[in-house]
């Protein structure tokens, strides 16, 4: 008798447990680091080796066994003999003629192994001249070399042309086997399997090879503004390379042709794509540009643009050799590219004159599949599963209102307004405290200590935004617990507080036109699911057992966002070394740190507050956090490496002669013009025998001297030349030719008060003119293109022009109109400068600048060359 009361003792306890007033965590703290560790684990067996898949090579020898397939073999064979022939600079005997001859060569043959009862080859070298403005300077090109081959079909009246675009020239120094030379073999390779092919496209092929690529992107606009091929190619495929080796990202498409995002999912062999990689690509973040851009505004022509992306630490340098071309990487690029070629070339698309205005999102599931929907389709379905989202949330409250002792819809509803606050703090908070580290550890002159040490970024950002997003729902949790809805209900709410966010998120990217907002629909659509499995099987309501549903679906979304962040993470290291002097480059790391954080373990971080003493976790993670910042202040987080991962210094040995506007040379000198490439400037090499005594920032001239008074190269440079720096020499540099800078004239029309300046310029096969009008007077008109002076809003001067050619060095003749309010011509009202730029190897470097650039450190890459900068007041 005495046994019941017992009984309904232990079954009342047991209630509270689940329903009730007593708060219990399931499991100890000790369980909490295998927890996290589980997610890390994850990571590194399923995310990381799927990440670096790629195929197997296909040899020479086993081509019979694989007809119609790519031969990676081939291609290397190629890429060594293009390695060889050393750097491809623009104007080189190397680039317009040993490189030319090499892909004439290859394509003859191929000629000779071509099925020509089936297809027609035709070769062209083109040397166009032109001008375009590219963003704040006059592009100017003259007698560059394309070498453009046309397969077609004997068979086929098709007048609709497929192009294929790669480069072969290279930055000094770098024999761009990476950057592209990869991409040209892959083209050639391409190229031959297509004519022996016994199966005829629909489309004629055009493969361009176009010789101007880093200068920047003239051969791309020569070739598509004058070419008699260029007005039938109705589509494109530019292939690139941010690095060497690694997997090829179609990283932009379009625009407005959501059929090539259908023809990518159905026929690339290994699809790695993302619409993210697009809209940042497109946002200008990136310090780089392709021909894609070219193609599409000169050329009005739809395309897709894909690159190799990995071990960028060897972009533009001398160590992008044939050796770091992993030959696997090969055979991916042109599994894929073979594969596209085949389709588009028989694509019905091409003879359609009308695109259907609309974009495309797409992305791959860690490599295994592809996802293509139209964005009007995004839309949809972004709106659908947000709505859908706040329903189920919704109905998960009223359920767990009706498990009170006091059933309050309107009570439940309050607790989760306030865990939606604090999630929302925590989302800025696992945002900001990433950034904020990123801020301390550049306060600190310390920047960039995971450029090599990759890891490093798990303790110093990746941790303080678990802390941040978890921090806020735990501190209200312990401090202010509840007594009426139990711990599991709590953890639930905490988790459903974080799909609202989603929902919420997705609304507003959907309502901005980000097409990137698919992450928000993958996060709601695993969640959102899973919560619906644990109400459909009352799951919900046993205490915590709805963990399980929830924690195996997770594993889906958090594979893939850590797979889409780990792909900008490899691009963005390498580029964060290149990224200027003028921007903490850390604020981007910590930001795709704290993004990916935020996507990847917004609802898993949640459950470190199932285990008891979750501050004691957090407080651990923040002892790891401690940890990795005395590791990045320790020489493991010195920045650079020798060969594998140095630091850029671009260095150009400059004579300067400044004349006044009587004629008179006011002051000349030589010295060393540094372009700073990262963050640090040349602050690590101070303590090498380079001897750096007099070196001084060149702010102070640029009220002085048109552009500072320094021959920045191009665009890049000029816009952020007030970082840059000077270093005097003692003796003159020996230039190893001439700039010859003539004044032909002027010209007074005093019907509209303008003044006409005329000109004469040559020298070597890089140059730049910099103009700058003084006091009240304008430039009205000049022999240029005239974009610039038609929006004096986004261009003001000084105005930069950036000439080069290939063979042709005919001199650059031009004029400038100058008005004046006042008409009185009698005094400066231009003031002129011309540079000179000795780039390629052809020409030699004096003794003593050999010296000076040999005692900079192992761990740099210098790019140098000798240069000449002529001011003038007329």
Avoid at 463 to 486: D, H, K, M, S, W
Wanted: glycine content about 6%; overall charge negative.
């Amino acid at each position: 008798m005495e046994k019941e009361p017992k009984k309904e003792i232990a079954f009342e306890e047991s209630f509270l447990l689940s329903f009730g007033k007593i708060q219990k965590r399931s499991f100890s703290w000790y369980y909490a680091p295998s927890f996290i560790l589980l997610w890390l684990a994850l990571f590194y067996a399923i995310v990381i080796p799927l990440y670096n898949r790629l195929p197997d090579r296909i040899t020479v020898s086993q081509e019979l066994l694989h007809p119609g397939e790519f031969v990676g073999e081939r291609a290397q064979r190629q890429l060594h003999d293009f390695d060889r022939i050393g750097p491809k600079v623009v104007g080189s005997v190397a680039n317009e003629v040993t490189t030319v001859e090499f892909l004439l060569a290859e394509v003859e043959k191929i000629r000779v192994e071509m099925n020509s009862d089936l297809y027609e080859l035709e070769v062209d070298v083109q040397s166009p001249t032109g001008s375009y403005v590219f963003n704040e300077m006059v592009n100017m090109y003259q007698g560059i070399h394309n070498v453009v081959v046309k397969l077609s079909s004997k068979d086929s009246p098709s007048q609709s042309y497929l192009l294929v675009n790669s480069h072969f020239d290279s930055k000094p120094s770098s024999p761009g086997s990476g950057d592209d030379g990869t991409m040209v073999v892959v083209m050639l390779e391409v190229l031959r399997q297509m004519t022996i092919s016994r199966t005829p496209f629909q489309h004629s092929i055009v493969f361009l090879f176009n010789g101007a690529e880093e200068n920047p992107l003239q051969g791309s606009h020569g070739f598509i503004t004058q070419h008699k091929w260029a007005a039938n190619c109705k589509a494109f495929i530019n292939l690139e390379v941010a690095g060497s080796g690694g997997r090829d990202i179609l990283f932009q498409s379009g625009p407005n042709n959501p059929w090539l995002m259908k023809y990518y999912r159905k026929h690339a062999k290994h699809p790695f794509a993302t619409t993210m990689a697009e809209e940042i690509f497109q946002s200008g973040i990136l310090p780089s540009d392709s021909d894609f851009r070219i193609f599409r505004d000169f050329g009005n022509i739809a395309g897709v643009d894909i690159a190799q992306i990995s071990n960028g630490y060897v972009y533009h340098t001398v160590f992008d050799t044939y050796e770091a071309v992993p030959g696997r990487s090969v055979q991916n690029s042109g599994n894929n590219v073979l594969a596209l070629v085949r389709a588009f070339s028989n694509a019905s698309e091409l003879n359609e004159k009308e695109s259907d205005g609309s974009h495309a999102v797409f992305f791959d599931f860690l490599g295994l599949f592809f996802v293509y929907y139209t964005e009007t389709m995004g839309i949809v379905l972004n709106c659908v599963m947000a709505v859908i989202s706040l329903v189920i949330v919704g109905f998960s409250i009223w359920k767990m209102s009706k498990k009170l002792e006091k059933p309050s819809l309107k009570r439940v509803s309050i607790w989760f307004s306030i865990i939606l606050a604090l999630h929302v703090v925590g989302f800025l908070l696992c945002i900001c405290l990433p950034l904020l580290m990123a801020v301390l550890f550049d306060a600190g002159n310390r920047s960039l200590t995971y450029f090599t040490s990759n890891w490093l970024v798990l303790g110093l950002y990746v941790c303080p935004a678990v802390i941040g997003l978890v921090l806020p729902v735990t501190l209200y949790f312990t401090l202010r617990p509840n007594e009426q809805l139990c711990h599991a209900y709590l953890l639930q709410l905490a988790l459903h507080a974080h799909l609202v966010v989603m929902a919420l998120l997705a609304i507003i990217l959907t309502a901005a036109g980000l097409r990137s907002q698919y992450l928000c629909l993958i996060s709601m659509i695993f969640y959102g699911g899973a919560l619906l499995l644990n109400l459909l099987s009352t799951l919900h309501d046993r205490g915590y057992y709805w963990c399980l549903i929830v924690t195996i679906l997770q594993v889906f979304p958090f594979c893939y966002f850590c797979y889409a962040f780990y792909t900008f993470l490899v691009i963005f290291f390498p580029i964060m070394g290149r990224n200027g002097i003028g921007t903490n480059p850390d604020l981007i790391i910590a930001l795709t740190c704290g993004c990916c954080t935020f996507f990847a373990l917004g609802f898993a971080a949640q459950f470190i507050n199932i285990f008891r003493w979750p501050k004691l976790i957090l407080l651990g993670l923040g002892v790891m956090t401690f940890i990795f910042c005395m590791i990045a202040v320790s020489e493991v987080g010195f920045p650079y490496r020798a060969k594998t991962n140095v630091m850029r210094v671009n260095c150009l040995h400059t004579n300067r002669i400044f004349y006044e506007f009587d004629g008179s040379v006011s002051h000349s000198d030589s010295g060393y013009y540094f372009n700073y490439q990262d963050r640090r400037g040349l602050e690590p090499v101070k303590d090498s025998l380079l001897n750096l005594t007099g070196l001084k920032a060149v702010k102070p001239d640029c009220d002085e001297y048109v552009m500072c008074g320094i021959p920045c190269f191009y665009y890049s440079w000029c816009r952020w030349r007030e970082n840059d720096g000077w270093l005097p020499r003692e003796s003159e540099i020996i230039l190893p030719g001439e700039l010859s800078f003539e004044f032909l004239g002027k010209t007074i029309f005093e019907f509209n008060r303008t003044a006409r300046f005329e000109f004469q310029m040559s020298g070597p096969p890089h140059m730049n003119v910099f103009i700058q009008p003084l006091g009240s007077a304008e430039v009205s008109d000049w022999s240029f293109v005239r974009e610039m002076l038609d929006d004096p809003e986004e261009f003001q001067p000084p105005y930069q022009i950036y000439f080069s050619y290939g063979t042709d060095d005919t001199p650059l003749r031009f004029h400038i109109d100058v008005l004046k309010s006042d008409g009185d011509f009698d005094g400066p009202v231009l003031e002129i400068a011309g540079v000179g730029h000795f780039v390629n190897y052809d020409f030699e470097r004096d003794s003593e600048a050999r010296k000076f650039i040999s005692d900079f450190p192992d761990f740099t890459h210098v790019m140098e060359w000798p240069s000449i900068f002529k001011r003038y007041i007329f």
